[in-house]
């Protein structure tokens, strides 16, 4: 079947939708049609189309209650989830959780961020934060005036990956993958990125925190 008959055959079901599309009709008949019907014959149309129409809105129904439950399903699964992350998170801090390196300090200092569209000078940040953990770091403009005085920037530690100014409207998040020179205390400078406070000449420490587990007899 060549290219111009196919192009035909869909050109003519096109109109032929489009007739129907605009054709008046009466309980799903065509009026022309509908006229010609008798009384009982009419009835038996509007019984029929009544009857398609509890139908539809049964299935419809159904439907909404299946997706309304795979929703909560999903809502409750994904809120364990949270959960048991939250719960790991806090025993690492414990020291009850977790191995070596998944418990970190890091350090933010010197270079200017975006705060209140402009770069600007910032006081340095530290924190620690665990494997699993996503933590919302408060980033203060030096300067501490009252307008454009802060941002605020979201870190992700995950498997070995820490995660700077994870943002899902950039999607230019800066990463550093684990490093041996962790143990120690390893300096990375100087920083600049792409991401949502647009990181300028910033230097970062990141040190392994001893693991505090306790061994057990």
């Known amino acids: ?24 009709t009466i309980y799903d008949i065509p009026v022309d049609q509908w006229n010609k019907l008798t009384e009982a014959q009419q009835q038996a149309t509007i019984d029929g189309y009544n009857k398609r129409m509890r139908l539809r809105e049964i299935e419809r129904q159904k439907e909404a209650q299946r997706r309304a439950r795979e929703e909560e399903i999903r809502a409750l699964e994904a809120h364990r989830q949270e959960q048991l992350c939250q719960e790991r998170v806090a025993a690492i801090y414990m020291g009850e959780a977790g191995q070596i390196g998944d418990l970190l300090r ?26 699993g953990e996503t933590k919302k770091i408060e980033i203060i403009n030096v300067e501490g005036r009252n307008y454009d005085n802060g941002e605020e920037m979201q870190v992700l530690y995950q498997d070995g990956t820490l995660i700077f100014d994870d943002d899902p409207y950039t999607r230019k998040p800066f990463r550093i993958i684990y490093d041996h020179g962790w143990k120690s205390g390893k300096t990375y400078s ?14 970062i420490f990141i040190e392994i925190i ?6 057990r007899p």
Do not use: D, W
């Open 106 to 131: 890091v350090t933010l200092q010197g270079g200017q961020m975006l705060i209140g569209n402009r770069h600007r000078q910032y006081q340095p940040i530290s924190f620690k934060i665990a494997n």
């Open 1 to 24: 079947m060549n290219i111009k008959r196919l192009f035909i055959i869909f050109l003519f079901c096109f109109i032929m939708l489009f007739i129907s599309a605009c054709t008046p």
């Open 210 to 215: 001893p693991h505090l587990r306790k061994t």
């Open 190 to 203: 100087p920083v600049s990125t792409e991401s949502k406070l647009r990181l300028r000449n910033v230097q």
